[in-house]
């Protein structure tokens, strides 16, 4: 399973930001799939989760009225799925400010979608910066 994400850079606070996964390999198409955040020196934190693909939705209290996750396509081949979701950021605080996972697992190993533990799978990350 392999795991891209996009859309990151530098914003002023108060402005939007998104973010998009590409997810692609085989029998993906149930997998839990979430994203993180990560500052210099601290763990990686939950930021919102989808059950699966087009599955229903959990967001850290933190954000969940300002962060929507979505799934955006679904693809399936004879070589594979390749799946997009999306995180929109509205109103970013300088507190928002990390390096931004995607991340996904076999649905059976992730007991907890707020859990970075439970996931096998993780992108590069992507920078998200929110200047004052």
């Known amino acids: 399973v392999q795991l891209v994400e996009t859309g990151g850079g530098e914003v002023q606070a108060g402005g939007s930001l998104k973010l998009s996964c590409v997810a692609s390999g085989q029998n993906i198409g149930n997998y839990p799939m979430a994203w993180f955040r990560q500052t210099p020196g601290k763990e990686r934190t939950f930021v919102a989760a989808l059950t699966r693909p087009g599955g229903d939705k959990h967001y850290a209290d933190s954000n969940k009225d300002r962060f929507t996750v979505s799934t955006n396509r679904i693809q399936t081949s004879g070589s594979g799925t390749k799946i997009t979701i999306s995180l929109q950021m509205k109103n970013l605080m300088t507190e928002d400010s990390a390096l931004y996972f995607c991340?996904?697992?076999?649905?059976?190993?992730?007991?907890?979608?707020?859990?970075?533990?439970?996931?096998?799978?993780w992108g590069q990350g992507t920078q998200v910066t929110v200047s004052s």
């Open positions: 991340a996904s697992g076999v649905a059976s190993k992730v007991a907890s979608l707020k859990d970075a533990a439970d996931y096998d799978y």
